[in-house]
């Protein structure tokens, strides 16, 4: 993920800081040296270090980024997660980029855990969807791992999943399955989403994988379970929230997709602040 990770921070650097950071070229000595600090003002599950780290090697690869913990690590606000040395027009260059996505994904990878917990004790696995943010997909599903969920396809190109314009396409869920299983390599799965009791049945005598019950309610969900009878793998999707996971997974299903995950994760607090002044 290295490749893609460092195209992401070039990117980002691009933006923020365009041609110059004019404010620390008018006010900081480029001479000058600092230490600082990145601390969680809350309690969060840390995620984005390597995107931070390599922020700063980009700026500059003499600042000095020691991490005091590890991606998927609960972190106690208060704590610092990171301890800089270098330039200080450096560290102020890259702070923010650095901050936006270790804020960003460790909010993803908080949520997720907290999607996890709700869950438990039953055996529902919590995954991701496409649902990301546009070019931070790799890093965003790495936050999910790191809060102990699971991983989705990463794109159309990995996996396959019949949604519904599929198979108004293909003419019938039946149709869209087979075409599926007569063209895929044999390494690949083959989901189906449906929103009623037949069309889990239809899936399931047409052979699919995986069954995806989409925006279905409790009763026909547990009603889903007992039908399939272990058959196929069942996923539960849609409008799934924090609120109603552990009602979801107490119906017995094998896997609870949500996007939430991903694109309503709420940032997790942390801050850069300088310690014991500059010197030249």
């Given amino acids: 993920m290295s490749e893609n990770v460092l195209e992401t921070v070039r990117r980002a650097l691009a933006e923020d800081l365009g041609h110059e950071d004019v404010t620390t070229a008018l006010i900081v000595d480029p001479a000058a040296v600092a230490r600082a600090e990145i601390m969680a003002k809350m309690d969060l599950v840390l995620a984005g270090l390597e995107a931070a780290r390599l ?6 690869p003499n600042v000095s980024f020691e991490a005091t913990a590890s ?20 560290i102020l ?23 996890v917990e709700a869950a438990r004790p039953h055996r529902a696995r919590i995954v991701d969807t496409r649902k ?16 102990g969920g699971h991983n989705h396809r990463f794109g159309l190109y990995d996996g396959i999943l ?9 003419g019938s869920i039946t ?8 063209g895929a390599p044999h390494t690949l799965k083959v989901e189906v989403e449906v929103t009623s009791l037949a069309g889990l049945e239809e899936a399931i005598q047409a052979k699919a994988d995986v069954v995806l019950l989409d925006n279905m309610g409790l009763e026909d969900m547990t009603r889903a379970v007992a039908l399939n009878r272990g058959r196929v793998l069942l996923e539960a999707s849609g409008n799934v929230t924090l609120s109603s996971v ?10 609870i997709s949500s996007g939430a995950l991903t694109h309503s994760a709420p940032a997790a607090d942390l801050s850069l602040n300088f310690i014991l002044g500059l010197r030249a």
């Fill in 246 to 255: 552990a009602r979801i997974a107490a119906t017995g299903v094998d896997i």
């Fill in 175 to 182: 149709q869209a399955v087979q075409r599926a299983k007569q």
């Fill in 132 to 147: 990301t943010m546009p070019g931070l997909r790799a890093l965003e599903k790495a936050a999910v791992r790191s809060g």
């Fill in 162 to 170: 019949i949604k519904d314009n599929h198979i108004a396409a293909a």
């Fill in 55 to 60: 922020t700063f090697a980009v700026v500059d």
């Fill in 71 to 90: 991606d998927g690590d609960r972190i106690p606000s208060g704590r610092v997660v990171v301890r800089l040395s270098g330039s200080a027009a450096s």
């Fill in 93 to 115: 260059k890259a702070e923010r980029v650095a901050l936006n996505f270790l804020m960003h994904l460790s909010g993803v990878a908080t949520l997720t855990s907290r999607f």
